[in-house]
């Protein structure tokens, strides 16, 4: 039975801040934007809390790009690592090639060096930014380093085979095909040209006349 619970969320962006669930059926744009949000709880009978995670993550570079400016998950106020986690901070950012690798931190709190997460309740442990570049809806994949996954008793959530790891959200974008109208001819138009080039050829045929 797992002992680690996850959430992994698209969240709208309401003028900077974020808002509600993504909606499936309302299709983002080029150059709209949204959060991408990973919660985690212990689940334990008896919970503990975490002391430390990293996650990784996967996007189509060509339709989505992370905006966080800077990138700086050591920052101890940043929002891509919960501020819990004061240790070890870090992550890596590529947008070339579409990946968020090692993001994540630890906490020590017996020594007084930042406190649990997700004790009885689900918390966010990473919160990023990302706009949209390209159409078609998109893959977002996340993987949880279960092996940094650390429980306030020193386990892993790697000891146990039914911990989740991975996750996917797909990311509604307008379509890349959408179709161009192209009006049909219209026979009135047809008629008044027509009805138009007439006196002018009776005209000239009258001059050569």
Do not use: C, W
Not at 16 to 40: A, C, H, K, S, Y
Not at 156 to 174: C, G, K, M, R
């Amino acid at each position: 039975m797992p002992n680690l619970a996850v959430e992994f969320n698209l969240i709208e962006d309401i003028a900077g801040t974020p808002g509600g669930f993504l909606n499936q059926n309302n299709p983002l744009n080029i150059g709209d934007r949204f959060f991408v949000q990973v919660l985690m709880r212990d689940i334990h009978s008896n919970p503990i809390g975490l002391t430390g995670s990293a996650i990784n993550l996967n996007f189509e570079a060509n339709k989505i790009q992370n905006i966080d400016i800077p990138f700086n998950p050591v920052a101890p106020d940043s929002p891509l690592v919960n501020s819990n986690f004061p240790l070890f901070r870090g992550g890596t950012l590529n947008n070339i090639n579409g990946t968020i690798t090692d993001l994540g931190g630890a906490s020590f709190p017996d020594a007084g060096l930042g406190s649990l997460l997700g004790l009885n309740q689900l918390e966010q442990f990473s919160l990023m930014h990302f706009q949209v570049i390209g159409k078609g809806s998109s893959n977002f994949i996340l993987n949880v380093d279960l092996s940094q996954t650390i429980f306030a008793d020193g386990t892993l959530a790697a000891n146990d085979p039914t911990n989740p790891s991975q996750f996917i959200q797909i990311v509604p974008i307008v379509p890349a095909d959408n179709p161009v109208t192209i009006p049909e001819p219209s026979l009135n138009i047809g008629l008044f040209i027509l009805l138009g080039v007439i006196p002018v050829l009776k005209k000239q045929y009258a001059k050569r006349l």
